[in-house]
């Protein structure tokens, strides 16, 4: 059945609000397909409309030129960042620098100034003068996925500015290598102080790095305007600034998902012995399985101990905890370290929140 008029107009169109403001409307990409018979031109007399054969060879000769200098073309963009460059829209994003000014920011990213490295990429104090403000340089790896990953992780963390997430300040894509800069957190991440310092937390400061996270979590399900999956969530990825607010970071492996399909089947990513039991077992990626990490987390935080098995009682953290509070103990799996200094209601709410999250069946446990 046709239910289009003979002739109709296809776009878009939007509002741009107020007269004194200014908004930008980006849109990636759009396809349109039809299915009505297109009307036959009638046509008096035929032969006036067909070429003749020098002109037509003429013109496919032109025609073939023209593409070959485009795909020549193309491949020297491809080659020298054009072509990404150009499908990012610049001036919805923060600062594009130089690979010039971040190698310089970095000392030309000298192992000295390495902070850490993920699956994806290395990360490297740099010191901007222009911006007089520390950063920290994702360079990411050399592979035949860098520009998916470049790409997605910009997507995400360009269009998201919250509290508790690192903030995001730049990127570079320049001589064929990609960039991403970020505010440096001075107080580094959460697991140097949880299992590697000799000095530990006070509890207060703990609780707040919860809530914190806590907090970051529901902004990227809920709040955002968009529902973000992070994926990774592990006590690394949780940053500290100068205050020990928690900032959650890296987006590496994170994914724009439509909340009302529910659980999406994806390649597992993230981080062994923080995966949710369906995502690990059946690749199903939802709020639930970020927030099965969330909880792995909190008790990680409570506790003072890696999730792994524990040599002694061969035990995982959840599985450790889970048999404490079965035998009414739970604040026995308490951080030793914190002594008198703890709050015992808010602990205790801590440890059967994580437990609550870290519930191996996904339909059992909260929403953010």
């Not at 699956?119 to 340089?137: E, I």
């Not at 935080?301 to 450790?320: N, P």
């Amino acid at each position: 059945m046709k239910v289009l008029p003979e002739w109709v107009t296809v776009g878009f169109s939007a509002a741009t609000g107020a007269r004194n403001h200014v908004e930008r409307h980006i849109i990636n990409s759009w396809e349109f397909n039809s299915s009505l018979d297109s009307k036959e031109t009638k046509r008096k007399n035929p032969r006036k409309n067909v070429p003749n054969n020098s002109v037509h060879l003429k013109f496919k000769g032109v025609l073939l030129v023209v593409q070959k200098k485009r795909r020549i073309r193309e491949a020297a963009d491809s080659r020298n960042g054009k072509s990404v460059n150009g499908y990012i829209e610049r001036d919805a994003l923060p600062k594009r620098f130089s690979y010039k000014e971040l190698a310089l920011a970095t000392n030309n990213f000298a192992i000295d100034r390495k902070l850490g490295e993920g699956g994806f990429g290395r990360v490297y104090k740099g010191f901007l003068k222009d911006l007089g403000r520390l950063v920290a340089v994702k360079k990411i790896f050399k592979s035949q996925h860098e520009e998916k990953v470049f790409i997605t992780e910009l997507k995400i963390i360009s269009g998201l500015i919250y509290q508790n997430l690192v903030p995001f300040i730049g990127w570079c894509h320049d001589q064929g290598k990609f960039l991403l800069v970020y505010e440096y957190m001075h107080n580094r991440s959460l697991d140097t102080h949880l299992f590697f310092n000799r000095t530990h937390l006070p509890w207060k400061v703990r609780y707040k790095i919860a809530l914190g996270l806590a907090s970051a979590l529901l902004y990227l399900h809920e709040e955002s305007g968009k529902c973000v999956l992070h994926r990774d969530i592990k006590a690394a990825n949780v940053m500290l600034d100068t205050d020990f607010n928690a900032k959650l970071g890296d987006f590496g492996v994170a994914k724009l998902v439509d909340p009302h399909l529910g659980p999406q089947t994806t390649g597992v990513v993230g981080t062994f012995g923080y995966l949710a039991p369906e995502y690990y077992h059946g690749r199903r990626a939802s709020t639930e399985s970020d927030i099965f990490i969330f909880g792995v987390v909190a008790l990680e935080i409570a506790c003072g101990r890696r999730k792994d098995r524990d040599e002694e009682s061969h035990k995982g953290l959840v599985e450790w905890v889970t048999d404490l509070y079965g035998a009414g103990k739970v604040l026995d799996a308490a951080d030793e370290r914190l002594n008198e200094d703890v709050n015992t209601q808010e602990m205790e709410c801590l440890m059967i929140v994580g437990l609550w999250c870290a519930h191996p069946v996904d339909n059992k446990r909260p929403s953010a």
